[in-house]
């Protein structure tokens, strides 16, 4: 569980603003693959296909977690088309 902790926090730390949960998602995906193709031990969240990409709901709770005890801060903001 540490380590699924881990990268969304590594991640948030290196890249800063993230647009997107949808994005946040498909950034952890690639990365995971990435790490599968050189044999490197990773966080292991299980994907599925979805409407928009590869989606995680082990993923979604973990960021839910890191909102709530105030790790991770997620902005809501309006987009051009509503």
Do not use: N, W
Request: aromatic fraction near 8%; avoid cysteine; charge should be negative.
């Amino acid at each position: 569980m540490f380590d699924d902790l881990l990268v969304p926090l590594l991640l948030s730390k290196h890249l800063g603003k993230v647009k997107g949960k949808t994005r946040f998602q498909k950034i952890v995906f690639l990365i995971q693959k990435e790490a599968e193709t050189r044999r490197i031990q990773a966080s292991s969240f299980g994907y599925e296909i979805h409407h928009y990409g590869p989606y995680s709901a082990e993923l979604s709770v973990t960021l839910e977690k890191l909102q709530s005890d105030h790790l991770l801060e997620e902005e809501t903001e309006m987009t051009p088309s509503g």
